[in-house]
């Protein structure tokens, strides 16, 4: 039982584009939300996250969206480099430790 | 200050066999996760250890075992090694807060059973 859904395996965006990743959640209980990013044969990294009392955290290029009535988030890359290019985890946390979702591979095409 | 280190990089494993695995958090985080990413699945939570005492367990069977070290340094056992227990595994810390807190991740363990 995924609590937490990436249902789009890869995205491909050209350079200077928008990338949007998606991420759906099952657990009303989630309130607290973050995105990692992951290149390979390196742990993940902090990416950006945002409380459920917010809709909208943004960081420079990342702008992370939450829809809490839809149990749904959404990363928005804008413009789009070739060094995002990497697997997007998103994840929840409640009082437990973050669930994660299976990742998405963004691949920026220059 | 150094991140979240965590040895050893690969470890190549017959089945049967049991596999020690170790992870250093970042300096002053109190809290360590473990984490399995099998090929084609996501980040599966594993194992959370906080002042030293198991805080929560993920759904793997009780051969995945693990303990938290008085200067937090942890280590994470699986015993009875099964084919598909290869995966990259991976630590991370953290210090909670106000119950929120981001996870620092270390660059994992492939382990890798034959």
């Known amino acids: 039982d995924q609590q937490v859904k990436q249902n789009s395996p890869s995205l491909s965006v050209q350079e200077g584009r928008i990338s949007i990743l998606n991420c759906d959640y099952t657990?009303?209980?989630?309130?607290?939300f973050l995105w990692y990013k992951k290149y390979p044969a390196e742990g993940p990294t902090f990416l950006i996250s945002?409380?459920?009392?917010?809709d909208k955290n943004e960081d420079g290029r990342f702008t992370v969206f939450l829809n809490k009535s839809a149990k749904h988030l959404s990363l928005h890359i804008v413009p789009s480099q070739p060094g995002d290019s990497a697997v997007y985890f998103c994840?929840?946390?409640?009082?437990?430790?973050?669930?994660f979702g299976k990742g998405t591979r963004l691949s920026v095409i220059a | 200050e150094a991140g979240v280190t965590q040895s050893p990089t690969h470890l190549i494993k017959t089945r049967g066999q049991q596999a020690t695995l170790r992870c250093s958090p970042i300096?002053?985080?109190?809290?360590v996760y473990w984490y399995q990413q099998a090929l084609g699945l996501g980040l599966q939570f594993l194992l959370w250890?906080?002042?030293?005492?198991?805080?929560n367990r993920g759904n793997f069977p009780p051969r995945f075992s693990g303990r938290q070290f008085p200067n937090y340094s942890s280590e994470l056992n699986v015993n009875a090694l099964e084919l598909e227990d290869s995966a990259l595994y991976l630590c991370?810390?953290?210090?909670?807060?106000?119950?929120?807190?981001?996870?620092?991740f270390g660059q994992g363990t492939r382990l890798t059973v034959v």
């Open positions: 991370a810390s953290s210090l909670l807060v106000g119950g929120y807190a981001e996870a620092f």
């Open positions: 657990n009303s209980m989630f309130d607290y």
């Open positions: 945002i409380s459920s009392i917010k």
């Open positions: 994840a929840a946390l409640s009082s437990t430790p973050l669930v």
């Open positions: 300096s002053g985080h109190t809290s």
């Open positions: 250890y906080d002042e030293g005492e198991e805080r």
